[in-house]
């Protein structure tokens, strides 16, 4: 068939009735009804439905051929639908093509799960022919929003003033928190370049650089385990700003993300967004990334119960723990098996168990009402504000095993009394995180975020003295309960920057060895410097309303971090090992 201008099925309205048009894409639907057939057209764009008429009999007799992802093109006019027949539901629905002339172009196997329909299909099956399940027009959805959201991204910031300047993806391997992916050099034997944790390094750079609004969509590799809601590669917003503090980079990044969701989604979202403490959010929420679609606070115990008789919380507080406790509002509906199940939460979450009280009209029903005192349980009642029908639970632990915990079950409380309000979104800053935190498994202190981040000034005396009391001059930005970004002022101080490296017990020697060309291009004027890398996949993940952000990524890895559709990783041939001047050894058993 020769061919008019190509026209996107979906994309076809009533105003359209009376033109010709050359359609092209896969069978989604076919309906024999016997004098006439029809079939719906599927393209990226959309779905049209196609009617075959014996009056054409050439195509009329193709058209009995075609079978569910068939490859087709057709010719036709568009058509308005007869009085009655409309299909409300699609945005074709008024018209429909009157073929004239049909070609196939490719025919298909069954496939081995449905494409046209909204059906749970195991991951792994979908993974595994990711080709079929990138056609649902779910997932079609998902990869449209996310290139609309990037683009409007990138306009925001060409108007804000930003360069988009791409950095290099075979770099040297620093200590970012995360393993590295290793890559082996051909031409320098013995040595690896490392695939970037995130353009950390090269971002500073640019600022001693003066390019003083930079960003990227970068592609960041860690060698992590993975869930929902992590990929070992990743995009993200990569942002720095030079001659800034904390409140112009927060300022420009929620901006940003008001505009797009704006933009892309019809959503206002009011700025500035909320900020929270990070000790006020542990205080609080029980965890530093809160979901603030929903109240449900948690409130501190440990006054009111300092002297308390009952036997479990008197030991956790000898040791130096606190109570930590939540009102459920109308929680009275929840039975036991509820409770047992919310304890179960609690134990996950390390704590050893969970203390319950139902507040009735007169009294406290509990167990363990009987070793509270009626001072107790008044403090307990004005703490909470507790009213008749509210359930109060609490939890006694190690102070940050009681916040988790309580966290964990507030989280649990919201999601099974239904009082997280659908297609809400709430940002929220998280602010004035700890400059050090202490690995439980070392006893180390490390950074809590990396060792670039700029301390408090108020804590300068306090880093060689008391780091674990150090402010950082960082921020993390949460939607719905999940970091979405995270970012700080950085240390553009050479001394400064080397006093927090012997803090970490490395010597001048080895951090010039890791970060030397870092130290050097501090002694050359680095002007004030912070910035911030919001993750892309969550953001999108979060504005489709998806529970995973491998449905807004094209080729996402599985939990073992492997593509079941191509099988990387894979074994390479012993020649390619050679040339690399690699030998495969079996890895060393734990501790050995």
Not at 220 to 227: A, K, S, T, V
Not at 430 to 449: D, L
Not at 532 to 561: S, Y
Request: charged share 25%; glycine share 8%.
């Amino acid at each position: 068939m020769s061919l008019t201008p190509r026209v996107r099925a979906g994309t076809l309205r009533a105003t359209d009735a009376g033109r010709a048009v050359d359609l092209f894409g896969w069978v989604h639907r076919r309906r024999d009804h016997g004098g006439l057939i029809f079939i719906d057209l599927r393209d990226r764009s959309g779905l049209v439905q196609v009617q075959f008429h014996p009056d054409r009999a050439e195509a009329f007799t193709q058209a009995g051929d075609l079978r569910l992802e068939f490859v087709a093109h057709v010719r036709g006019t568009v058509r308005r639908r007869p009085p009655g027949a409309e299909n409300p539901t699609l945005p074709t629905g008024e018209i429909e093509v009157e073929a004239e002339a049909l070609e196939i172009l490719n025919r298909s196997r069954t496939p081995p799960f449905p494409v046209n329909e909204r059906t749970e299909v195991d991951e792994s099956l979908r993974l595994r022919y990711r080709y079929l399940d990138l056609r649902r027009m779910e997932m079609t959805r998902n990869l449209e929003l996310r290139h609309r959201m990037v683009k409007a991204i990138r306009d925001f910031l060409d108007r804000e003033g930003f360069l988009e300047i791409e950095t290099p993806v075979l770099i040297r391997s620093t200590p970012e928190g995360a393993r590295d992916y290793l890559v082996p050099s051909r031409v320098n034997l013995g040595r690896f370049y490392a695939l970037p944790q995130s353009p950390q390094l090269y971002k500073q750079i640019l600022m001693v650089a003066g390019y003083d609004r930079y960003f990227q969509i970068a592609r960041c590799y860690r060698d992590e385990d993975l869930r929902a809601d992590r990929q070992n590669e990743f995009t993200q917003l990569d942002l720095e700003m030079s001659f800034v503090t904390e409140d112009d980079v927060l300022d420009v990044t929620e901006r940003c993300f008001a505009h797009v969701w704006q933009t892309v989604l019809g959503r206002p979202v009011a700025v500035p967004f909320r900020r929270v403490t990070h000790a006020d959010a542990l205080l609080r929420y029980g965890v530093d990334k809160p979901d603030l679609r929903y109240g449900l606070e948690l409130v501190d115990l440990t006054p009111h119960l300092q002297s308390t008789g009952f036997q479990v919380f008197r030991q956790a507080l000898a040791q130096g723990g606190a109570i930590r406790g939540l009102r459920v509002p109308a929680g009275s509906a929840l039975g036991r098996k509820e409770i047992d199940g919310l304890t179960e939460v609690a134990k996950t979450a390390k704590a050893k168990g969970l203390a319950f009280w139902y507040r009735e009209a007169l009294e406290w029903r509990s167990p363990i009402t009987k070793f509270f005192t009626a001072e107790e349980l008044s403090g307990l009642e004005g703490a909470t504000g507790a009213r008749p029908g509210d359930l109060v639970l609490a939890v006694a632990a190690e102070p940050r095993v009681a916040a988790g915990a309580m966290g964990a079950i507030r989280k649990a409380v919201a999601e099974r009394q239904g009082l997280i309000p659908p297609n809400a979104f709430e940002f929220a800053w998280i602010t004035e995180f700890p400059m050090y935190a202490r690995n439980e498994e070392t006893g180390q202190i490390e950074p809590e975020h990396h060792p670039f981040t700029a301390p408090h000034p108020a804590d300068l005396d306090l880093i060689e003295t008391d780091p674990l009391r150090v402010r950082a001059r960082s921020y993390d930005l949460v939607l719905n309960g999940i970091e979405l970004a995270s970012g700080s002022i950085r240390i553009h101080d050479p001394g400064l920057q080397q006093r927090i490296f012997a803090q970490l017990g490395w010597t001048k020697e080895e951090a010039a060895r890791r970060f030397g060309f870092l130290l050097e291009a501090f002694e050359y004027g680095a002007p004030p410097h912070g910035g911030i890398a919001p993750g892309i996949d969550r953001a999108v993940m979060l504005a489709a309303g998806e529970e995973t952000i491998r449905d807004v990524i094209a080729f996402p890895k599985n939990q073992q971090a492997q593509e079941p559709m191509t099988g990387a990783p894979a074994t390479v041939d012993a020649a390619q090992l050679r040339e690399l001047g690699l030998e495969l050894r079996p890895r060393p058993e734990r501790g050995a």
